[in-house]
């Protein structure tokens, strides 16, 4: 079946260093993407999204790019915190007319 | 911040209970959904809701039903409660934009211990 994937399910970064987490995804059709974050014993937290129209969209601190070519979404954090740390989900779909499709998840530890 | 709540959030029965976990926004979404997830694993979707009146069921229905009378709210019944059940129960809902977006807003979960 159609599945959206995380290359690595852990990473460990220092505070102030830049992460990457990357996912992988098969379905061709899918056209909106999003990454959220997790905190332990909480719901998902939106961070960011993109539509299959861009490549690249940029937040406070994070950017999403986006390689259509390869099915490849990678949520880039600057400066990591503390703070950041959490399980990271990246998901996707087909113009929102079918649910979100979730990938397994990369958990993120900041070393002070 | 989004406003949906989730009730309650723990949650310990034993084995055969009927259990009703409770879902609302407050947010006028059409759209609602359950989750269920075991702690640091990938969501699976159990049931969804594109309205009032319409329920699907996800890839994981887990044994359990919902009903949607109400825009705001969205229960999911276990009817008989297993050790199985054990588990995180999330709720979101979310609202097309009509640009292509349709971004899910959590609630907090409710976690499930059944006995």
């Known amino acids: 079946g159609e599945s959206v994937g995380l290359h690595l399910p852990t990473l460990s970064v220092q505070e102030g260093d830049n992460s990457i987490i990357n996912c992988a995804y098969s379905n061709s059709a899918s056209d909106y993407f999003i990454w959220y974050k997790q905190e332990s014993g909480k719901g998902p937290q939106f961070i960011i999204d993109i539509r299959s129209n861009m490549d690249k969209r940029q937040g406070q601190r994070v950017t999403v790019l986006l390689n259509k070519t390869v099915k490849h979404l990678s949520l880039q954090i600057a400066a990591t915190q503390p703070g950041d740390s959490a399980v990271y989900f990246c998901a996707e779909t087909h113009s929102g007319n079918t649910p979100l499709v979730f990938g397994k998840g990369t958990r993120l530890s900041v070393i002070a | 911040e989004a406003d949906i709540y989730q009730t309650p959030r723990y949650l310990v029965i034993g084995t055969g209970k009927k259990i009703t976990l409770e879902c609302s926004q407050t947010?006028?979404?059409?759209?609602m959904y359950w989750y269920q997830q075991d702690p640091g694993m990938e969501l699976h979707l159990i049931h969804y809701?594109?309205?009032?009146?319409?329920?699907e069921k996800g890839d994981l229905s887990s044994e359990s039903t919902v009903s949607r009378i109400r825009t705001e709210h969205f229960p999911l019944t276990l009817e008989s409660a297993r050790p199985s059940h054990t588990s995180q129960y999330l709720c979101?809902?979310?609202?097309?934009?009509?640009?292509?977006?349709?971004?899910?807003?959590f609630g907090p979960g409710t976690r499930l211990t059944v006995l």
């Open positions: 809701s594109y309205g009032v009146n319409s329920t």
């Open positions: 979101a809902s979310s609202e097309y934009g009509g640009d292509g977006t349709d971004t899910q807003y």
């Open positions: 947010m006028g979404h059409d759209k």
